[in-house]
């Protein structure tokens, strides 16, 4: 939370700074301590959520906040097939010649709003460690032998 208000802060320094007094991004960079790139991002986002200097009254950092970043739709993350792994582990246990970039280029034949490839990959890889078995075998010190 503190790192929040730290933030909602800058932002309201950079908005100061560019209406109140003319600066430039690099001399607002300069002033505030933050990357030129920060200090664009900040005010692209205030130009594009309509945000002005001084901010409207009654506002505070949970407003500028909510306008600056608002929610997004939760249908646009959902709305995305999740493949089969199962499917996709079967096939590349099936032929050495099958790989992964190749069974998601078909998965993304069918669904071409669907997950990127290190997305892909990093489910996958994420379903196959939950699947793995592990035998602990528990046992005192000297009492057995394991050769491997």
Same mark, same amino acid.
């Given at each position: 939370? %503190?790192?929040?208000?730290?933030?909602?802060?800058?932002?309201?320094?950079?908005?100061?700074?560019?209406? =109140?007094? %003319?600066? %430039?991004?690099?001399?607002?960079?300069?002033?505030? %301590?933050?990357?030129? *790139?920060?200090?664009?991002?900040?005010?692209?986002?205030?130009?594009?959520?309509?945000?002005?200097? @001084?901010?409207? =009254?009654?506002?505070?950092?949970?407003?500028?906040?909510?306008?600056?970043? @608002?929610?997004? @739709?939760?249908?646009?993350? *959902?709305?995305?097939?999740? @493949?089969?792994?199962?499917?996709?582990?079967?096939?590349?246990?099936? *032929?050495?010649?099958?790989?992964?970039?190749?069974?998601?280029? =078909?998965?993304?034949?069918? =669904?071409?709003?669907?997950?990127?490839? *290190?997305?892909?990959?990093?489910?996958?890889?994420?379903?196959?460690?939950?699947?793995?078995?592990?035998?602990?075998?528990?046992?005192?010190?000297?009492?057995?032998?394991?050769?491997?």
């Amino acid at each position: 939370m %503190g790192q929040l208000r730290a933030s909602m802060r800058k932002i309201c320094e950079v908005l100061g700074l560019q209406f =109140e007094l %003319g600066w %430039g991004q690099r001399q607002i960079a300069r002033a505030t %301590g933050l990357s030129a *790139s920060t200090v664009h991002e900040y005010v692209v986002r205030c130009q594009a959520a309509g945000v002005g200097w @001084p901010l409207p =009254e009654g506002w505070g950092e949970p407003e500028l906040l909510a306008a600056l970043r @608002p929610a997004l @739709p939760r249908t646009a993350a *959902s709305a995305r097939a999740r @493949p089969d792994f199962a499917a996709v582990h079967r096939e590349l246990q099936a *032929s050495k010649h099958t790989t992964l970039h190749l069974l998601w280029k =078909e998965y993304r034949a069918g =669904e071409p709003r669907g997950y990127t490839y *290190s997305r892909f990959c990093f489910l996958y890889r994420r379903w196959r460690r939950a699947g793995e078995l592990v035998l602990r075998q528990d046992h005192r010190p000297g009492e057995k032998l394991f050769v491997d």
